[in-house]
């Protein structure tokens, strides 16, 4: 902290105010920067290049050992020392080359070795076409503004201004400034759908002046102004507004369109603003150098030589690089609009000076600039945020390749798409190392128009997003954006107001100002809420203290939490200690139970009923039959049998008898049912006469009858057994989907259930609980809530018979019979009798989970119900692990854990991630299974160490989820192929496994997909070996799978799409309605309007022949053919169509509908229009 460069001053200087004037203290000479000695050039090139060093760095002396970047260089300034050698020395260099040379005798000798010529000619004037052309730059904002207007491509400067200002010469200032760049008056025109620009004189250009007598009524005037739009085929491309606020103070707003201007041409403005008013004040002549070119020389010249060899080669770049990219699926707080929405915020964050000062001292010292740290420190965040490896971030270039184009306004600025793959965990300064070879290699490949770009590498266009990128990453250190307004007998200082508008989802902007380093993010605030953004700024700066610590670390291992949010998400969201009984079993409760209500009925089954003492009785009987057959602890004994009082009595038998019982389906196919028989290696099965023929007979293996073999239990004690169980024991085994292709056994012990039914009871308000309605099948592990549940508070189990769950108005008849208290049930259950018109009158608790609940389904549930619980979830944790009681005013989430049950999110590299931020959830806490039955490998893999709390263990669910701020949890989705149909957790690759297996099969793949009504069906994927015959393949598949795995959708293809990695794309397999649409033959025109479209198509895209489902985009049209497009429907079919409707409406057959449709309507055609398409 010792500073090494001194100055003496004989006085300090001061602001006017008499403050330290930071500002005014003299710079020492950059020599002195230098650790290095001084040495003059030595010849004639290396005397250019210090000519050029100390203009551009506006140094006095330039020694041959000099490093540009240590001497203040960075990416715009090698950016102008390109274009000045081309210049000067008329050679090319690139600008990798000035990173890899960075000194005057290294680059010297570089350059001697190059032949000279360059890439580009100079630009010059010449003859002027009738139809001035748009650049390129010029022509998408044209098309954007006629997409769905511009006013968010809006550049704003607003000053205010103390003093005595003379008006008239500030309107003169301003007008000679948009007569001196003809782009401020140039008109964008089109002809035949092409745009084209006409200049027209300055001297219509007027200062609009407005007297405000109430400041309050200013900010929102001020703003109105800033967003008012353009008509960029009448309006001036700036505007101005002096508002006089009264007492010689006034705010002067100035507006440019971006498709006149970019930042770049702020400082031209500024410069050219102080010499104009200043010079017109005193009457004398402005110091400005006359313009020998203007931006229409630069659109002419761009036209005529970035075409042909040097665009393609660069455009060949930019398609290898971006081939394939991926949408950055941020987790925002409101769904994405089917329309981007311009609306837009901002929050700001200034780095103190000790961070500033030692993340650029990491710059120093891996040879890069601040730009390209702080993007990888950026493209960090979002790959800690999203859990995406190819992560891809635009930023702006000033693309003043030319000399000439340094001193003129204009829209120069082009769009660079920096794609990064952070796969392999790497380093950070492995990343950082990627990341700049990629900035060079952009910068490199600059003059390719970002509008270029796009058409070549986007084939499908989305609304709702900007293309290739979603996220924009600016650094602002150019020297021409920095300056400020000096006006004699004015103070001019900037007018802080809000930005409300966004072009992206996010844009990061990073300046270097007086006080450090300042982090500023432009967002949506259709997607995200100013916390969010908060939250992330900060994790940002976390980030950048991680990185500043150790750019070794790998970027799982950079630190982004803070000791705040570690305590919230560890400690506060899993503050759900409860003491509970760790002493007692399941049996413990219920013979306590069966103690205080012995008369009370236990249990209703088709007409029949159970005491509480009939029902101990019983089972006690079975649970001394089972101990003399030699069941012991743990010892798991199989249950398959159809829905019965007898079913219920084998479950307490084996319970009692210190086994654990392992539920089997009947309804099972016999494969998966000896599997389950054998893997947990079951030597006695309890059944029934009507169930037992599913049973193979094998050797070792006894099935006992429990209706017809009753007469063999009945001999034995009703009395209670002795206690040999321990809470440690198991209490069952259930068998899950496994995506090996066969289902895997769930060991849980007393323990756990016991805390799962005692946190139900106290956090679901039961503990009145009369009467349960069980609709679930035993099998289903969320039954035993359903059953266990009641028979610990001496309340009644109902249970309903297998036919009836499945009809609605069976099911909603008992439901008025019995009026239950309770009834669990999944979504899919309750929609059939929503469906059905129940209206809940009897008031029943209603408990759903198995799947996820539609937000639709909600509030259909809460309007007939006040207690709605959504509940959550896997069997690896006992039953259910969190809950939400539901309600209309808020969105559907999985609610906080229960009692005892810790829940942690976490990245793919075991860190919690942060509020709002999707990641794995996993659970810790007394439910954890004990693991898979003989599945070491997989337990190992499923069930890890807990990170957070020494000695427990975790489940990790594969389910992504993220936190909510008051601690409640968002399900989002899966990580792997596993899918929930109907209640059912259900493993892809089980199927995939069974399917490939089958003869006619050569590959396949399942995907579960959303139907119109929103409910999931399995969707089978085949590329046939010969015929494909459906039927007979889902016959093969139901010998191995039960019904609810057996896919009823189809689709035939002649090969599986495959990643660049030679991985099979599932994005890329064809969605339900569109299966057809990718093998459906050509379907002609049908009516006069289809044909005349289809022949406009034709003509346009350059093909022979299209059908009226073919779409606009896949057959090769893009933003400029829609512009073209609209102007030939104009001309052939006398009607209007916006651009925004080729985009919705990018068929044929549907396009043909909306023009019929505005037609007869001719009168209102401006409301929405939607339309339902049979394809």
């Known amino acids: 902290m010792v500073p090494q460069l001194w100055v003496t001053l004989e006085v300090m200087p001061l602001t006017t105010n008499g403050k330290l004037d930071k500002k005014a203290l003299p710079d020492p000479d950059s020599s002195e920067l230098s650790s290095k000695a001084y040495v003059a050039p030595r010849n004639e090139t290396e005397e250019e290049l210090a000519i050029i060093w100390k203009e551009l760095l506006e140094i006095d002396k330039v020694g041959i050992h000099d490093n540009f970047f240590e001497l203040g260089g960075h990416s715009l300034l090698a950016t102008r020392l390109v274009s000045m050698i081309r210049k000067k020395l008329c050679i090319e260099v690139t600008i990798k080359e000035i990173f890899e040379h960075t000194t005057i005798t290294e680059l010297a000798a570089h350059v001697s070795v190059q032949s000279e010529g360059v890439l580009l000619p100079n630009i010059i004037v010449e003859d002027r076409p009738v139809r001035i052309p748009l650049s390129f730059s010029q022509e998408r904002l044209w098309f954007l503004d006629q997409l769905q207007g511009s006013t968010e491509y809006h550049i ?62 200013s900010e929102s005037s001020l703003r109105d102004y800033l967003m008012r739009p353009f008509d960029l085929s009448k309006d001036y491309k700036l505007r101005a507004c002096l508002y006089d606020l009264g007492d010689n103070q006034y705010v002067l707003a100035i507006v440019f369109h971006h498709i006149a201007s970019d930042g770049w041409s702020g400082g031209i403005l500024t410069n050219e603003f102080m010499e104009l008013y200043n010079a017109l004040q005193f009457g004398h002549t402005a110091a400005l150098p006359e313009l020998s070119l203007q931006y229409t020389d630069y659109a002419i010249w761009q036209r005529k030589y970035l075409e042909g060899i040097i665009l393609e080669n660069q455009l060949l770049y930019w398609e290898e690089k971006l081939r394939g990219v991926g949408t950055l699926s941020l987790p925002t707080d409101h769904i994405r609009p089917s329309v981007q929405s311009s609306v837009g915020a901002s929050v700001s964050f200034i780095l103190d000076k000790e961070l500033s000062a030692s993340l650029e001292s990491v710059c120093k010292e891996e040879g890069v600039t601040l730009f390209m740290l702080f993007l990888s420190i950026f493209k960090v965040l979002l790959f800690r945020y999203t859990g995406q490896e190819d992560v891809c971030v635009g930023t702006p270039i000033a693309n003043r390749t030319q000399s000439e184009l340094e001193g003129m306004i204009g829209f120069f600025v082009n769009t660079l798409a920096l794609r990064s793959d952070l796969s392999g965990d790497p380093s950070f300064r492995e990343l950082l190392a990627m990341v700049k070879q990629t900035t060079l290699e952009g910068y490199d490949h600059q003059l390719v128009p970002f509008e270029k770009v796009v058409d070549r590498v986007v084939t499908t266009r989305d609304m709702s997003m900007t293309p290739l990128f979603q996220v924009m990453f600016i650094v602002q250190n150019a020297s021409a954006t920095n300056k400020k307004l000096d006006l004699e007998g004015v103070v001019v200082s900037d007018y802080e107001f809000d930005m ?212 063999l239990i009945s001999n034995c004690s009703k009395r209670e057994l002795s206690p040999l169980l321990s809470p440690s024991n198991l209490a069952y085994v259930i068998y ?256 995939e496994n069974v399917l490939s297996s089958l003869p006619g099969v050569a590959q396949c793949c399942v995907l579960a997909k959303e139907d119109s009504g929103g409910s999931k069906r399995l969707v089978g994927y085949v590329v046939p070996e010969g015929n494909f015959d459906k039927e007979v393949l889902q016959e093969q598949l139901k010998i191995s799978l039960p019904e609810y795995m057996v896919p009823q959708l189809w689709v035939t293809l002649e090969a599986m799409p495959l990643t660049s990695n030679g991985k099979l794309d599932k994005k890329s397999l064809p969605n339900l309605d569109g299966s057809e649409l990718s093998n459906k033959e050509y379907v002609a025109p049908r009516n006069e309007t289809e044909a005349q479209l289809a022949e406009i198509w034709q003509e346009l895209l350059g093909i022979d022949k299209v059908g009226i489902h073919d779409n606009f985009f896949e057959l090769g049209g893009h933003s400029l053919l829609a512009t073209r497009l609209v102007s030939m429907i104009r001309r052939e079919l006398l009607i209007e169509v916006s651009i925004r409707n080729i985009f919705r409406f990018n068929t044929v057959e549907e396009l043909a509908s909306y023009i019929i449709y505005k037609l007869v309507n001719s009168t209102d055609t401006k409301n929405d229009y939607s339309i339902n398409i049979e394809l």
């Open 156 to 217: 704003p400067i607003v000053l205010r201004l103390e003093g005595v200002l003379e008006v008239s010469i500030l309107k003169q200032t301003l007008q000679e400034i948009v007569s001196r760049h003809e782009v401020l008056r140039s008109m964008l025109l089109s002809e035949e759908g092409i745009g084209y620009q006409e200049i027209i004189s300055a001297k219509n250009w007027s200062l609009d002046q407005l007297e405000i007598k109430d400041r309050s009524m």
């Open 500 to 711: 409300v508008t966004t072009q992206f989802d996010l844009t990061l902007n990073v300046s270097e100002e007086e006080e450090g380093i300042s982090l500023n993010i432009n967002y949506s605030t259709a997607l995200f809420e100013k916390t969010t953004i908060d939250r992330m700024l900060l994790h940002y700066q976390e980030l950048l203290k991680s990185v500043v610590a150790d750019t070794s670390r790998s970027l799982g291992n950079l630190s982004m939490l803070t000791k705040e949010e570690e305590h919230q998400l560890l400690d506060v969201f899993n503050n759900t200690d409860v003491a509970y009984p760790k002493d007692r079993t399941v049996i413990d409760l219920f013979t306590e139970q069966v103690k205080r209500t012995p008369a009370a009925i236990a249990v209703v089954y088709n007409g029949e009923e159970l005491s509480y003492k009939e029902l101990d009785q019983r089972s006690n009987k079975l649970g001394h039959y089972l101990q003399e057959k030699g069941v012991k602890p743990d010892a798991l004994v199989g249950i398959c049998l159809e829905r019965s009082l007898e079913m219920l009595i084998g479950i307490l038998g084996i319970l009692k008898s210190g086994g654990a019982y392992v539920p089997i389906d009947p309804d099972f196919p016999r494969d998966r049912l000896n599997y389950m028989l054998t893997d947990a290696g079951i030597d006695l099965v309890l059944s029934s006469e009507l169930s037992r023929a599913v049973i193979d007979k094998r050797e070792g293996l006894s099935v006992l009858s429990l209706d017809s073999d009753w007469d």
């Open 736 to 991: 899950t989907s496994g995506s090996t292709g066969v289902p895997k056994g769930v060991p849980v012990v007393h323990t756990s259930l016991v805390n799962f039914l005692l946190s139900m009871i106290n956090g679901l308000g039961m503990s009145d609980l009369k009467s349960f309605l069980s609709v679930t099948t035993y099998t289903f592990d969320i039954f035993y809530l359903e059953f266990f549940t009641p028979l610990l508070l001496g309340a009644k189990v109902i249970m309903l018979d297998s036919i009836s769950i499945k009809d609605a108005d069976k099911l909603q008849s008992f439901i008025a019979d019995y009026r239950p208290d309770f009834m669990q049930a999944t979504p899919s259950t309750w929609q059939m009798l929503i469906d059905n018109d129940w209206d809940n009158k009897e008031g029943v608790t209603i408990l759903t989970g198995g799947e996820a609940i539609k937000e639709s389904l909600k509030d259909s549930l809460t309007t007939i119900s006040n207690f709605v619980w959504n509940l959550y979830g896997p069997t690896e944790a006992t039953i259910w692990v969190t809950a939400q009681r539901l309600n209309r005013f808020q969105k559907v989430n999985i609610g906080r854990a229960i009692d005892n049950v810790k829940i942690y999110i976490v990245d793919n590299y075991d860190k919690i991630v942060p509020l709002g931020v999707i990641g794995e959830l996993c659970i810790g806490g007394v439910q954890v299974a004990r693991g898979y039955l003989n599945r070491e490998e997989l337990t190992n893999e499923k069930f890890i160490s807990n990170l957070y709390k020494e000695g427990e263990r975790v489940y990790r669910t594969g389910d992504l989820a993220r936190w909510l701020p008051d601690g409640s949890i968002e399900l989002v989705g899966r990580k792997d192929d596993q899918v929930k149909i109907r209640g059912y957790r259900i493993e892809l690759g089980e199927i």
